[in-house]
């Protein structure tokens, strides 16, 4: 895992990032009765050189975020700004020169390379379009470099995606998204259809070429052993929004949101003797719909310390003073935040003797 203090300046920002998909009635006459919220209000940043690990249940909107980052689904709304430049505003060539610095790897390595094409066409492929990379005589040499770099044998060059197993493929689709020489992989599970040996073999692989090539990555996954092994930081996300943000001691030691602290629950331990010892906080009800998600905090509906004013405000990410990280923070009227933690805000720092006996009385 990289230093944080080694990364560079901001590569992305992104900014209340929306993307709602419509519901339509009607066949002739189609109407639209309501949206699915996929993502709705995402707010974060990356550094150079830095890791972002999403996590989340399945249907949180994970993927979407990452098709929208990559311009491959429109956004309804926000900003992201890369090296400072909105891509949601690119067009033509501008947007050609950005997909040169932003690539992805997809989650399926059988269905994202073309069974139709030889490996060394699938991975000189962007050869063609961004022709200035690499020039025709020198592409097949190229291609046997980016296999080579990512472990298969540069003979296999002439074969087809179907004599390669899963983890060989999802090799070839890194070697893709290495060709043009990228600042930023967005990488959307890329080892879940993978078996745990080999998901191991991807993720040292992914390592090793961060520290190489000076990648950073936004690395999506519902598995927070995966995520943790590789990522400086991470978000939580949950029915379209970002429940917490922090680095990977925080959110694994110190989780703040009671989502965050339930799927933490949900990890299981490899040792017997303290898989009896480990509490398991179990959820109650299946998620609400994104078509019609609940009022203030999206998780408030099955939160075993919702109160009134879940319903009534919608909590925000406040970054900690001296920290890189945020946390949810959404203070009530007497100065704590609902879930039980002395909240690390100005009001809190102007009045340290109020603060302090609140920390000793119990909270939600």
């Not at 997809?106 to 022709?131: A, C, K, W």
């Not at 043009?180 to 967005?186: A, E, M, Q, T, V």
Request: with cysteine; aromatic share 4%.
């Amino acid at each position: 895992m990289a230093d944080l203090s080694k990364t560079g300046e901001t590569l992305l920002e992104v900014h209340d990032l929306v993307k709602h998909y419509p519901v339509t009635q009607g066949i002739v006459l189609k109407r639209t009765i309501g949206q699915v919220r996929a993502v709705d209000g995402v707010s974060f940043d990356l550094s150079s050189g830095e890791t972002l690990g999403v996590v989340g249940e399945s249907g949180c909107g994970k993927s979407t975020l990452a098709k929208v980052l990559m311009r491959l689904e429109p956004a309804t709304a926000g900003q992201v700004l890369f090296e400072g430049e909105d891509i949601l505003k690119l067009k033509g060539a501008a947007l050609r020169r950005m997909r040169r610095k932003v690539q992805m790897v997809f989650q399926d390595p059988y269905t994202s390379l073309n069974p139709r094409m030889t490996v060394g066409d699938i991975i000189g492929e962007p050869f063609e379009i961004h022709s200035e990379v690499a020039p025709k005589k020198s592409r097949r040499k190229a291609v046997q470099d980016l296999l080579d770099v990512v472990g298969l044998n540069p003979e296999y060059i002439n074969r087809y995606p179907h004599q390669f197993s899963g983890g060989q493929r999802q090799r070839i689709g890194i070697a893709r998204s290495l060709a043009l020489k990228p600042d930023l992989i967005i990488c959307d599970e890329p080892v879940s259809a993978l078996d745990v040996s080999i998901q191991a073999q991807v993720m040292n692989l992914l390592g090793d070429l961060k520290k190489e090539f000076g990648l950073s990555y936004i690395f999506i996954a519902h598995d927070l052993s995966v995520v943790r092994h590789l990522s400086d930081r991470v978000a939580v996300m949950y029915l379209g929004k970002l429940m917490e943000v922090g680095t990977d001691t925080e959110i694994y030691q110190q989780a703040s949101h009671p989502y965050t602290q339930a799927l933490l629950s949900a990890v299981p331990v490899p040792d017997p003797t303290a898989r009896e010892r480990k509490s398991v906080i179990r959820l109650e009800g299946d998620p609400p719909s994104p078509v019609n998600p609940p009022s203030g905090c999206r998780f408030r509906t099955r939160c075993w310390k919702a109160q009134d004013l879940c319903a009534a405000e919608v909590p925000e990410l406040i970054e900690r003073h001296g920290q890189r990280s945020e946390r949810w923070r959404l203070l009530d009227v007497v100065g704590t935040d609902r879930c039980g933690h002395v909240a690390r805000s100005a009001a809190a720092t102007a009045a340290p003797a109020r603060s302090a006996s609140l920390s000793r009385s119990p909270v939600g």
